[in-house]
Every structure is written in C-alpha cells, then in structure tokens.
C-alpha cells in the first residue's frame, strides 16, 4: 500500500476538522469592536422622569450594565427575568435602554414583568444603539469604573452566563482601582 | 368587471410608501451611496447588503449613510464610522490584516498547489514522440491514409 493512496483521506479529516470547528462557531456572534474603548457617550433621558438625563459620564466610579431591551423584543421578555436575578445578587447596577419603542409599550411591559432597572434610559430613534454597535435586541454591556466596555453579550441573558462570565468579571471589575 | 379590473391596476401604488426616495447635490454622491450600501453588510441578515436588506437596522444605516453623504463626508470616513460601531464584519470588502490574511492569500495557496501538482503530473507521464507505432504499423497506417486497403492491394 503507498502512501500516495493516503492522501485523499488526509484531505477528507483536514476538511472534516474545519467543519467541526465551524459547527461549533456562531456567526450571529459578531465581535463588537467596542470592546476595550470607552463607553460612546449619549444624553438621554429617562423613561418615568424626562427631565432626568442620563450619560455614561454620569455614571462614571462605578461598575455598570447596559441592557438594552424593547417591548416588541420576545426574546427580551425570556431575559428580562434572568435581569431581574442578576439585580438580586446586589454586584451592580442594571441600566435599561429602552430601544426604538413606544413609550406606552414599554411602560405596560415593565408593569407586566416587572422593573428589575436602576433607570430606564429612552433611546426612540435608536441612534444610541447605533452608536453603540447594536445590532440584535437585547444586548447587555458591562462597563467599568472608567467608563470602558469590558464585556458585550449579544442574545439574552442566561443563568450560565451570568454565573461564569458576569458574575466573575463583575467581581473583578468592582475591586479595580475607579 | 372593468372598474374591478382597473382597481386591481391600482393596487401597486399601495407599494409606493416603501420606496425610499433620496435627493442628491450630484451624481458622485448618488454613485457613492449606492456604491457603499452594496458593499456595507446588514449586521442583521448577514448574507445581504445594505442596499438589499429590509431590516428596521438596515433602513437605519441607509438613512445614515444619506445622512453623511449629504453633510460631505467620504467614502473612508463613512467606512470608518461603520467600523467603530460594527467592526470589519461590516465590510463584504474586509482589510488585509494579520487575521485575514488566510481569507486573503488562500486562493493562491491553492492555486501554487494546484499548479505545483500539474506540473508534476505533467512530468511524470512519459514522451510521447517516440516509438508509439513499430515500422510495420507505420507502413500500416500510411497505406490506409493513402486510400489503399490492404487485402485489396
């Protein structure tokens, strides 16, 4: 038998190896680029207080998540609760940016399932989201004490995650210097 | 049954409201819209483009796009807003960078190999021009190019 005779089956596993990492890769998982950077800035206002305005630059000296959500979003509805279990664990904050929706809808759909949010911040025309790189609702953020992105999960919250990635990160993050 | 037929010939006019209409100072501005929304991806339904994608996004980065080219800012500098916000996926065109270069310079891989392989090949088989017919079968053949059949001869 020659070696020669081999080959095809050397090129078949070669094939198959990229297959099976391919599998396993998510192209709906874009990496956001803003991973790293500071937190774009906006000014916005807030759901039940339109006079209040709120900025990353307020938020500044804490550690942070943006959850950006919207009524007409069905698989925010199945995270919303998770958001609300990840607020009991008292680790940071939960701001809720309220994505291209209706102001009405969003106050019934809190109503609803509950407010788990330190503030809901109101982004109508989505150009905060634009800025923000958002392009599948929901997406979470975590921010740190200065103000940078350290983390974006795209798609909705689940326990796994919160418990091996937000929940350690959030540990880091907090002991870090502001 | 003919205003039920010119009704019917109304209808597509219904259609009219989606139809996005823009206005440009010139036809290089118009050319560089449509020129970047083919080559922008829509991050949503990531086989399409801008210009194909009907997604509520989509039509948000069109209107962006507009927006940008009618407030004179080049094709560089409306690529390098999408960037920041979108990364490279953003681009049917991505940059030659360190993790690309395989998306790159793999056809030509494969084509060197390619080539690598039929030359070899080529080698390999033996020369053709000599001794393919013994003189027997060369008188043979040149009998019968010449019209002579043999056992007729």
Redesign the interface.
């Known amino acids: 038998m020659k070696a020669r005779y081999l080959i095809p089956l050397g090129v078949f596993l070669v094939i198959v190896g990229f297959l099976a990492v391919g599998l396993k890769l998510d ?2 998982k ?5 991973i790293g950077k500071p937190a774009p800035h906006f000014e916005l206002p807030t759901l039940y207080d339109p006079a209040e305005k709120i900025s990353p630059e307020k938020l500044r000296g804490k550690v942070w998540l943006l959850n950006v959500f919207a009524s007409w979003c069905v698989s925010c509805r199945a995270e919303h609760r998770v958001i609300g279990r990840f607020v009991q664990l008292g680790l940071a904050p939960v701001y809720g940016l309220n994505y ?1 929706d209706a102001e009405t809808d969003a106050k019934a759909w809190l109503a609803q399932l509950g407010n788990p949010y330190e503030a809901v911040i109101v982004d109508r025309e ?1 150009n905060t989201g ?4 958002v ?2 609702v929901p997406e979470t953020f975590v921010i740190d004490k200065k103000g940078i992105i350290r983390d974006k999960i795209i798609g909705p919250v689940n326990d796994e995650i919160v418990r091996d990635r937000l929940v350690p990160l959030i540990r880091k993050l907090n002991e870090e210097q502001g | 049954m003919r205003a039920v037929v010119f009704a019917l010939l109304l209808l597509p006019l219904l259609t009219w409201a989606a139809i996005e209409v823009h206005q440009f100072d010139d036809p290089e501005q118009e050319a560089l819209y449509k020129e970047l929304i083919a080559e922008l991806r829509c991050l949503v339904c990531q086989n399409q483009n801008l210009a194909d994608s009907n997604a509520d996004l989509a039509k948000d980065l069109r209107e962006k796009t507009y927006e940008m080219i009618k407030a004179g800012k080049n094709k560089d500098e409306i690529i390098d807003w999408m960037v920041n916000r979108y990364g490279d996926f953003v681009l049917y065109k991505p940059p030659v960078q360190s993790n690309t270069l395989l998306l790159w310079g793999g056809p030509f891989i494969i084509f060197l190999v390619g080539v690598v392989v039929l030359v070899r090949f080529i080698r390999r088989r033996p020369a053709t021009d000599q001794h393919l017919l013994s003189d027997e079968e060369r008188r043979k053949a040149e009998a019968l190019l010449r019209g002579e059949d043999e056992e007729k001869a």
Not at chain 1, 30 to 34: D, H, T
Not at chain 1, 130 to 133: A, H, L, N, V
């Open positions: 192209p709906k874009v990496p956001s680029p803003l291209k989505g634009i800025d923000w790189g392009y599948g």
